[in-house]
């Protein structure tokens, strides 16, 4: 009798102990449940808030000057954060997110003063009109920021707004009048901050294909601001279908300038 009550007792234990284990199993499978439903959610809220900052770009009438902006962010990202990251303090050694590519698409002719481009050239296109940003160095802007580096310190970069937004006063043709061209001489010197001309030979006609002159110098500056000023509608936006980030994205010049 006191064997079977000490048997009964072990059974007991044993079921007890069965029972403290298999609760203890479900707790950590339900605990793990709910560490990987947060880890789930906290991705998407990753992924939501990356797409943002890129998604304000998904429209119509995007301006140049956003497009500029948005090429330089896209570098970053890429230098940074994705595959394409190779510096040591770079994240996308060990991130490895696919890279973005921006593709835009415009015919540089039409920010020309007189369709003959004197900054932007078709070298870096990847196709007729096309312009592709996809890797770590942003080789659009690369190709003209020495250029406008230059003017911006020789005229100041409120100077060369002013002097673009009246260039149709300054840089008229040799055939004006002795009297128009004074005014044009006068209206350059008011507007340019740190150059003074007193001869119309400074920025007469023939100089606008002359590399380094005064007027083929603004007409640069000009081609810069209108791309600043040129209106883009985003096309199409691509997402990575592993990780719902967004990679690609599609702009085209609408004609318009503002």
Known sequence: MENASKALIMAGSVLIALMIIGALILMFSNLSSYQETDVRGERSSQVAAFN?????????????????????????????????GTG????????????????????????????RNRLFTTSIQ??????????????????IKSTIDTLENTYGQDSLTRLTSNISRIFISDSSTDQQK??????????????????????KESTANTSGSIRYQIYQYYEYIQFKRAHFDSKNAE????????????????????
Request: charged letters at 25%.
């Open 52 to 84: 943002s900052e890129y998604e304000t770009y998904n429209r119509a009438d995007v301006r140049g000057s956003e497009l500029y902006s948005l090429l330089n962010k896209v570098i970053d990202y890429n230098r940074r954060e994705t595959t394409q």
């Open 88 to 115: 040591w303090s770079d994240q996308g050694q060990y991130l490895a997110f696919e890279p973005m590519e921006i593709q835009f698409t415009i015919d540089i002719s039409q920010l020309a003063i007189d369709g």
């Open 126 to 143: 990847t196709s007729p009109n096309t312009y592709t940003v996809s890797e770590n160095q942003n080789r659009f802007e690369n190709s």
């Open 182 to 203: 004074q005014t044009a001489i006068e209206t350059f010197n008011r507007y340019s901050g740190k150059k003074n001309i007193t001869s119309w030979d400074d920025i």
């Open 239 to 258: 997402y990575n279908n592993k990780t719902g980030r967004i990679v690609k994205m599609y702009f085209e010049f609408t004609g318009k300038f503002n």
